[in-house]
């Protein structure tokens, strides 16, 4: 913390801040990129989230931090929030707490599930849209019909319940409203016979024909072919009735415009079809980017245009999209696993390789042995001292969190394990023998 009695510590605090900051901002980027992918993630996978997005060094330490806590255990239960003594323990270890709190709760809002943040919003639109459009008892029985006939509500016992709660109260509104007290009603100050006004035929046949072609523009907007062959179908009817106020151009022109919608449709279909394929292709070579966009922009269609994109089709579709990601995904997991083993491998076989080549130096007796070789042998010697046994612990852990990306691929990590395996029980091997020719070499006062 930044006083006035450390002010030449002022500037490393302000650029730990910032520092902290930006891993804080990374690693929230990650948990929302996989929370678009998988709308439910455990404990250790929101830790794994996190520590994958900080620099090695500092995930490692903090995948040690909540191990050793217990916290990577879906029953673990920790507090509403971090206590000053776990606080303290972190920041001692070189963990921010920000970060640490990340890594434990995962990001505000998350722990929802998706299918309530769901309800919640197509109830808020659905109330939103009779507030706005409903005036009196008949346009409200008008848009509760179309909001209740709404296929996620119909789908949602709890939705559909939560709608007709308040529309009933909006009734309840509108009838008190409706019956004033006496005192607030105008009175007619004299009396009048009333006025009997009759309607023309040919009015009431075009006000009908001006409805009618009104919901046949809401059906053809929202591409809902059977709801608009139900208006034609009316039209064609008052056609029949009423052939000298309808033309037969009229209905023709209704008819070419639900085949236009049609074709319309099936055209947007296929271009969704191959939008989904290309995003797939996409999210193989690594392009999660627009994979997430293209599934983002599914689920508006989806909302707006149900008749466009089915609920079915809509599944189908991030079926693909899922299946795809996590084949990249396990491609990238098998590939980090085995640049790792094959990088501490190599550099294992390049120190065995300094040692036999000074043992070799060494053996055939030479009158001395070069200086630079003797450095170079000297440098071997210590860092096969470094890997000892904590750090092949260490190696062990990160070896195992990347196993832990391979999660739900039984076969192939079956075959991870058992490379693994094998490549550790081979390393141990090949540092036991080394140390063993190092000590011989020593012996014999090399």
């Known amino acids: 913390m930044r006083t006035a009695s450390q002010p030449d510590e002022s500037t490393g605090s302000a650029a730990a ?8 901002r990374a690693a929230s980027a990650a948990l929302e990129a996989a929370f678009v992918l998988r709308s439910e993630l455990s404990p250790r996978e929101v830790a794994r989230v996190v520590t994958r997005a900080l620099p090695a060094a500092l995930g490692r330490g903090l995948w040690r931090f909540l191990a050793d806590r217990g916290w990577l255990d879906a029953r673990a239960r920790v507090e509403c929030d971090l206590d ?14 920000a970060l640490l709190r990340l890594a434990v709760f995962g990001l505000p809002g ?8 769901r309800r919640e919003s197509i109830y808020q639109q659905r109330c939103s849209e009779i507030m706005r459009e409903v005036r009196d008892p008949e346009s409200l029985a008008y848009v509760s019909a179309r909001a209740l006939n709404h296929p996620e509500v119909r789908n949602d016992p709890i939705l559909e319940g939560m709608l007709r709660a308040f529309i009933a109260e909006r009734e309840a509104e509108l009838r008190a409203r409706a019956h004033l007290p006496d005192q607030e009603q105008p009175r007619a100050t004299y009396r ?21 072609r009104f919901e046949l523009d809401q059906q053809l907007a929202a591409y809902n072919e059977v709801g608009a062959n139900e208006v034609l179908e009316r039209i064609r009817d008052l056609r029949r009735r009423y052939p000298g106020q309808v033309k037969a151009e009229q209905v023709q022109h209704c008819e070419a415009r639900v085949a236009e919608m049609v074709e319309n449709r099936d055209r ?15 999210a193989e070579q690594g392009d999660l980017k627009t994979c997430v966009w293209v599934r983002r922009r599914l689920e508006a269609m989806h909302d707006s245009l149900p008749a466009l994109l089915p609920k079915e089709q809509l599944e189908e579709y991030q079926r693909v999209l899922h ?5 990249f995904e396990r491609r990238e997991a098998a590939r980090r696993l085995v640049e790792r083993e094959r990088a501490v491998g190599e550099e294992v076989k390049r120190l065995r390789a300094v040692i036999h080549k000074y043992a070799a130096a060494l053996k055939n007796g030479a009158a001395g042995v070069d200086p630079r070789l003797k450095a170079a042998f000297d440098e071997a010697a210590k860092q096969i001292e470094r890997y000892d046994d904590d750090w092949f612990a260490d190696l062990m852990i990160e070896l195992d969190g990347m196993l832990e990306d ?11 394990e058992q490379q693994t395996d094998a490549f550790l029980r081979n390393l141990r091997a090949a540092l036991a023998r080394a140390r063993r020719d190092i000590a011989a070499i020593r012996k014999h006062g090399g």
Do not use: N
């Open 17 to 24: 801040t910032q520092r902290g900051a930006e891993l804080c």
């Open 323 to 327: 299946t795809s990601s996590e084949r």
């Open 268 to 282: 947007s279909r296929r271009q969704l079809a191959e939008l989904v394929r290309h995003a797939a292709a996409a």
């Open 84 to 97: 000053e003594a776990t606080c303290s323990a972190a920041r001692l270890a070189g963990i921010d707490p």
């Open 406 to 416: 391979l999660r739900g691929y039984q076969e192939v990590r079956q075959r991870a």
């Open 192 to 212: 009048t016979r009333p006025v009997k006004y009759e309607v023309p035929l040919g009015e009431r046949v075009r006000r009908s024909m001006s409805k009618l």
């Open 110 to 117: 998350q722990g929802v599930r998706s299918d309530a943040r």
